[in-house]
């Protein structure tokens, strides 16, 4: 009977494992918040990322033996920074640290709040990240057509929204839930994203009759906001080019216990009593920042002569043999099969590619620029990848080429995958014989006929004799 009681207990405690989602990059999560901020205010929150897999270490800036590396590597794979009521977050996270901390793929959630001024520090690291905050460090984003009459039938700064649609056509959407869904944004901090910058990516937009300005100014309208309508980014995102993940998330009570599954009512007319699904929303956007989702991974690339030109010869070395998988080495106008295996981790396994319609993924087969960017079209999917394929014929230039898929997408890791293959030009023997090209008939005609016509010539000359006078020796003039 015991041992029966130690099989279900190994059999459950296994099934905890495999349903518990774990980062790809890591499940070690460094919590910054103050002593005085209450923990438990955020339960629900710490639930649902120790669930996950994730592994929470507390701890506060003015910790002095507080450090994101250890031995030269990182000492944590991510970090949820709150927003500190002091004036900076100590000597272990200053700007250039946490910048560090990015350039070895380590993960970070910022939170920020208009009950405290934003740190010197923090509006640094995001103006080095092309994100600006407002110059007064206590704006508020506040909204008179869309907020909570429960909560705030007064100041109306808490915002309610609609889950957000997707960047672009050609953009997965992770954060969309239902439509009838509810995100409340309370008393939250917005900010303005660079537009040059294809590292950075809105989620949640503030509505078009928002605006942010500053609390403390006693005027009765405000002339000179700090960004009003979709200009303002609630939530924004950066994720740089070695994929390290870096969120802003402008409320951070939107993470609190009282937010994930409070009843509000909007101040449109109509409007019914609903539960906002800030608890949904805050799992997506965790998930997408400590690497559980929108992850990509090359199993396999594969290239390999589609077809042989019968005159081909197999014997020899400096020719890709029909069957050879990547060969080193091609003949110009070899026709060329091109295929990648590709999968993206969903919260807890890899599941097979599924690009939206209006996106396609490219092949560039180039030198210094491409000769040719062809579509990789989805041919085959397993049970955990999509394999894309494409033929085409190689150009009628030698030399060194790439075999190149750059692929970078908002909210996806970047790929960037290169194989290099040498082109050669024709051998001597390879050439086809003049007489297999209909269109040098007439000039090999013509050498036939010259050729003829000479020889002709000579044998009249040479077997016509010449006329002689009877008597004389001479030849005779006619």
Do not use: C
Not at 47 to 63: A, Y
Not at 239 to 264: C, H, I, P, Y
Not at 417 to 431: I, M, N, S
């Amino acid at each position: 009977m015991r041992w029966l009681f130690s099989a279900g207990f190994l059999a459950l405690t296994l099934l905890a494992a495999w349903v518990q989602a774990l980062s790809t990059s890591g499940t070690r999560l460094l919590v910054v918040l103050d002593e005085s901020t209450e923990k438990g205010s955020y339960s629900k929150f710490w639930e649902d990322l120790e669930s996950r897999g994730f592994k929470l270490s507390f701890e506060s800036p003015k910790n002095e033996k507080l450090s994101l590396f250890q031995h030269g590597a990182r000492a944590y794979d991510h970090i949820i920074l709150f927003p500190p009521r002091s004036k900076g977050l100590g000597p272990a996270l200053t700007p250039k640290l946490l910048l560090q901390f990015l350039n070895n793929a380590g993960n970070i959630l910022l939170t920020l709040s208009s009950n405290f001024p934003t740190p010197t520090a923090i509006s640094s690291l995001l103006l080095e990240l092309g994100i600006n905050l407002p110059s007064d460090r206590t704006s508020l984003v506040v909204d008179h057509f869309n907020y909570d009459t429960v909560s705030a039938p007064e100041k109306h700064d808490v915002v309610l929204l609609p889950r957000p649609g997707p960047l672009r056509p050609d953009v997965k959407n992770y954060f969309g839930g239902r439509d009838t869904d509810v995100i409340a944004f309370p008393r939250g901090v917005g900010q303005v994203l660079e537009n040059t910058s294809p590292h950075l990516a809105p989620v949640l937009r503030a509505p078009n009759t928002a605006y942010a300005y500053n609390p403390k100014d006693e005027a009765d309208t405000v002339e000179d906001p700090f960004a009003v309508g979709q200009q303002l980014n609630l939530v924004s995102t950066m994720q740089a080019r070695n994929s390290a993940r870096f969120t802003v998330l402008g409320s951070v009570e939107m993470l609190e216990d009282t937010w994930f599954n409070a009843k509000v009512k909007s101040s449109r007319r109509d409007a019914k009593q609903t539960t906002t699904a800030n608890r949904a929303f805050a799992a997506e956007l965790s998930a997408w920042t400590f690497m559980e989702t929108g992850v990509l991974k090359v199993n396999k690339i594969e290239h390999s002569l589609k077809s042989i030109n019968p005159g081909d010869k197999p014997g020899n070395d400096s020719l890709a043999r029909l069957g050879d998988l990547n060969p080193k080495i091609y003949r110009v106008k070899n026709d060329v099969i091109f295929t990648i295996s590709l999968s993206e981790y969903s919260f807890t396994h890899y599941v097979p590619l599924t690009l939206p319609a209006s996106d396609t993924l490219q092949l560039e087969f180039s030198m210094l620029s491409p000769f040719h960017r062809l579509p990789l079209r989805p041919t085959q999917t397993t049970q955990n990848s999509t394999i894309f394929t494409t033929t085409f014929t190689l150009p009628d230039q030698h030399g060194i080429f790439n075999f190149r898929v750059n692929y970078k997408r908002p909210f996806l890791t970047n790929i960037d995958e290169k194989r290099t293959v040498t082109v050669r030009h024709f051998a001597h023997d390879e050439w086809p014989r003049s007489w297999k090209i209909s269109g040098g008939w007439p000039w090999i005609a013509g050498v036939g006929v010259t050729i003829a016509g000479w020889v002709g010539f000579v044998g009249v000359w040479l077997w016509s004799e010449p006329a002689f006078e009877k008597g004389k020796g001479k030849k005779r003039q006619w």
